[in-house]
């Protein structure tokens, strides 16, 4: 099933046209008349992977539900270049002003969260690393951006607190070290769950792997440091996943991925991507 297919993952378009309209779009109000019927085009202006056309419907089907769908031929995941209508809108005119900008911010952004993810999946191509998400989102678009890191290629890490179990730095200095994390985590975790440790040295990643880790975190360390490391951690338990974390740019994240590392953690894909470009022209019919 499409992300975009449960309602609850567009439950919040509401909120965020009242938060633009308020009482009202005045100045639509004033200078359109209501009775006017308008053709609004999605123009791509630089090149981009194509993230949320669905999501930019909804915010014009919530304002009106008479309004068309979006007439399109490309599909989330397409990449198209600068110039390229990849949508378009029919409806009242004043509909299609006043949900302008909603559905653009939402556009730009989830395009430009999926656009900056194709370039990483593209970075460690050959390799068998894969690029994953994290937990730095905006709040109140977590799954929609984390959708976008899927149309962009890449995968997604843990959705929340609740769905996996990942021992970081504090955890351990609370729990009184690796060894007593990791245990306390299997007495009660729920056998479904997998437990993965946040280490920064050699004696932190052996002792998460003999304490029964099934994943490690490398965090913050060199290209050279990580493929020690990952040796290190291959000799004591062959099967043990490993995540490669910290400062992931585009020019050395190919050096992780051939370090031997499996997953490849970037928050820069949902805290940092850049909103791309796209504007909508509107027209009377």
Request: glycine content about 10%.
């Amino acid at each position: 099933m499409n992300w975009l297919d449960n309602g609850d993952l567009l439950s919040s378009i509401g909120q965020f046209i009242a938060e633009d309209v308020g009482r009202g779009d005045i100045t639509t109000a004033a200078t359109v008349p209501p009775d006017v019927r308008g053709l609004g085009r999605f123009l791509a202006k630089e090149y981009l992977v194509i993230c949320g056309l669905n999501v930019a419907e909804a915010v014009f089907v919530h304002l009106d539900g008479e309004v068309s769908e979006i007439e399109t031929t490309f599909n989330d995941g397409d990449e198209v270049e600068e110039g390229t209508v990849i949508g378009l809108m029919k409806g009242y005119a004043d509909v299609l002003l006043t949900g302008e900008r909603v559905a653009l911010n939402l556009l730009q952004r989830l395009s430009g969260i999926a656009t900056l993810t194709r370039q990483y999946v593209r970075a460690i191509e050959g390799t068998k690393a894969s690029i994953v998400d994290t937990r730095k989102t905006t709040p109140g678009l977590r799954l929609l951006e984390k959708y976008a890191v899927t149309v962009g290629g890449g995968k997604n890490h843990r959705m929340g607190l609740d769905d996996g179990i990942l021992i970081k730095d504090n955890h351990i200095a609370l729990a009184g070290g690796v060894t007593e994390a990791v245990l306390a985590a299997k007495r009660k975790a729920g056998h479904l769950h997998k437990i993965e440790v946040e280490v920064t040295n050699w004696a932190q990643l052996r002792e998460a792997i003999e304490a029964g880790a099934d994943i490690v975190m490398l965090d913050n360390q060199t290209p050279e440091e990580a493929a020690k490391l990952v040796e290190m951690a291959r000799n004591l338990n062959p099967s043990v996943l490993i995540e490669a974390s910290g400062g992931m740019d585009l020019e050395r994240v190919r050096s992780y991925a051939e370090a031997g590392v499996d997953l490849i953690s970037v928050g820069r894909l949902t805290h940092s991507a850049r909103a791309v470009d796209i504007s909508f022209k509107i027209q009377t019919l």
